[in-house]
């Protein structure tokens, strides 16, 4: 992992086209993903959208992307919610990716030291109350290769 001060591990640059990430695109997709509350119907995340207009505050702290979502969740002093709010959350992320990668966007998940860092996570707007779970680095990647099909998993299970 990285300190709270450096970017990213590196080894991940991407070449990204200069094809905007459009907000009102990231907003159609959040409202699609956030079909993933708990089972007490709690959506206790907010989000952080930096643009191109506003991407130096990532500057150190990520590799360059065109835009990020920051998600924020607030932290329930019950434990047992907490664990909650974080699953959902994360399946959140999962439904944006998905969504995303239909629409040829690429999302990539990072959860950098410094996101549990106050002083960095502050200069976002996160609040005491809450806790980043991730920074979804966003762009179009200019093609380069020819993508590989990932073979079929083979799970099994064992019934009882």
Sequence with gaps: ?????????????????????SESYVLDLLNVAVWAP???MREPWRFIYIGSGSAGL???????????????????????????????????????RLL??????????TMNDWIYDGAYAGRLGVQK????????????????????AAGIPDFTFELL
């Design 100 to 109: 995303a990668r239909e629409g040829g966007l690429h999302v990539r998940m």
């Design 129 to 148: 109350d809450e806790r980043i779970v991730s920074v979804l680095e966003l762009g179009y990647i200019e093609p380069t290769f020819e993508p590989v």
């Design 58 to 96: 990532m500057s150190g702290l990520q590799d360059q992307a065109p835009a990020y979502l920051v998600l924020v969740i607030k932290e329930d002093p019950d434990l047992h919610k907490r664990e909650e709010d974080f699953g959902a959350a994360s399946c959140l992320m999962q439904n944006f």
């Design 38 to 40: 708990n089972d007490g």
């Design 1 to 21: 992992m990285n300190d709270a001060k450096s970017g990213s591990k590196g080894g991940h640059s991407l070449s990204y086209s200069d094809k905007p990430v």
